[in-house]
């Protein structure tokens, strides 16, 4: 099965969803974007053989090709503003398990294609491929500096003074779950002179624990934090877009409050609006409220937070997956970002990152991912719950959303894998189940979460 979205083209690797099927894609990717496409991958164990293909098929269109090869999904956006290329295409399942793989596309902006651009492109599905003959082939760069171009320009957006924060010397354990984040996160971290303590970072797509940057996912994370006494830990998904902290004591937190640190951080030095999804954490909501900035939700997806940003010239954005927005870097979620930003408010703050996270407000939140046989019966399951649920204040921008100040709950379409998500939060976790529980019986759900 091949899911195509907002989100690329994505599929568990197979007969259906092969380098020949990928060198046509990207072939006729290259009709759409034309002239020169930037391209990566992360380090799944087929992420070679789909990039050599991507780059078969878009020089086989006469396109010239920039080949970055393995780099944080962040590095590639950043490098096709940077370089001037007319689109890019990442090659990475980003939290999906090895055993898949996608194609992310990108364009001039150094941003996922919008779902108008996507409708389009998809719409030219069954064309003929016009091949060109060999002396019109497009020519193939290989591109060694992207990950030095990344680091520069996040350390000089956030005007991070790297010979100050040496002297601070941080001791930061990085989980980068053997993914395409490996060694640029690594990199990132030596350059502002950190001691890095490197865990699963060999960057040979061989995932030792779950993809997803969730805490019940990153116990020798923990571990390790606690055992060298560092100042706190990371982990990242395998294309390094969203980040995990862990705490100095070895307490790891939800993925969501990457975000709400983040808030904080630069509403501790600047004014201006912020963006979420409906998915993400009222902690969010609830910093913004007390800095006295508006505050705005999008659908999820991160083109949809995007292009609320723009819209209202928020000055920090995210996901509450761990993927944070700075603008002042690009307009994309970026892990290397999310660190900076993070490390930049400890120095500044000089106390501890348990210290900072006590003050945030806090709620409790329950996700699940419910596995559907189509999409036809996902969306038969939200008609069920949309008809079933008395409540006034229902949000229909992407599936379901309906809440009161204790509370609120999220149940929509997953745009990568074939399931039904509903993400409900409130101040007890036993209120936050009752929820879930609750939606399950109104869309009669009776299979168990994933």
Excluded at 235 to 246: M, S
Excluded at 331 to 345: Q, S, W
């Amino acid at each position: 099965m091949i899911i195509k979205s907002i989100s690329g083209i994505r599929g568990i690797v197979d007969k259906e969803f092969n380098p020949l099927v990928v060198l046509n894609f990207a072939a006729k990717f290259g009709e759409f974007m034309g002239n020169k496409i930037v391209v990566g991958r992360d380090s799944r164990k087929s992420g070679l053989a789909f990039k050599n293909a991507v780059i078969s098929g878009l020089l086989g269109v006469g396109v010239d090709v920039i080949d970055l090869d393995l780099v944080p999904t962040p590095t590639l956006l950043y490098n096709v503003k940077k370089l001037k290329a007319s689109g890019g295409i990442i090659v990475t399942a980003s939290h999906n398990p090895s055993s898949w793989n996608a194609l992310k596309l990108v364009s001039s902006s150094g941003e996922f294609l919008n779902e108008e651009e996507a409708n389009k492109f998809f719409g030219m599905e069954g064309e003929e491929i016009l091949w060109e003959i060999g002396e019109n082939y497009g020519e193939l760069d290989i591109d060694k500096l992207a990950v030095e171009r990344h680091i520069e320009g996040v350390v000089r957006a956030l005007r991070m003074d790297s010979n100050l924060m040496k002297k601070r010397k941080f001791k930061v354990v990085l989980d980068c779950v053997n993914g395409g984040a490996s060694f640029a996160f690594q990199d990132f971290l030596n350059f502002l002179g950190v001691e890095v303590y490197p865990l699963f970072c060999d960057g040979n797509g061989i995932f030792l624990r779950n993809p997803e940057p969730r805490k019940e996912n990153v116990k020798e994370l923990a571990n390790k934090v606690k055992e060298i006494g560092a100042d706190i830990g990371f982990a990242t998904d395998p294309d390094g877009d969203r980040i995990l902290i862990v705490l100095e004591n070895g307490k790891p937190i939800s993925e969501e409050y990457t975000i709400t640190l983040a808030v904080k951080a630069i509403l501790s030095k600047n004014k201006g609006p912020v963006v979420v999804n409906l998915s993400t954490t009222k902690s969010v909501e609830d910093v913004a409220a007390r800095a006295g900035v508006p505050f705005y939700r999008s659908p999820v997806g991160e083109a949809n937070v995007i292009k609320v940003m723009k819209e209202k010239k928020a000055i920090i954005g995210g996901e509450g997956n761990g993927g944070v927005i700075d603008p002042k870097v690009h307009y994309a979620r970026d892990g290397m970002v999310a660190m900076g930003l993070i490390l930049r408010y400890l120095f500044e703050e000089e106390r501890p990152i348990s210290s900072i996270f006590e003050e945030l407000p806090r709620y409790e939140m329950v996700k699940e991912a419910i596995k559907m046989e189509s999409e036809a019966d996902a969306r038969r399951v939200l008609e069920r719950i949309k008809e079933r649920t008395k409540e006034k204040n229902l949000d229909l921008t992407d599936g379901i959303r309906f809440g009161e100040d204790n509370y609120w709950v999220h149940i929509r379409r997953s745009g990568t894998e074939p399931v039904l998500r509903i993400i409900a939060e409130a101040t007890t976790i036993n209120k936050a189940k009752e929820i879930v529980e609750l939606v399950k019986e109104k869309g009669n759900i009776k299979c168990v979460g994933l």
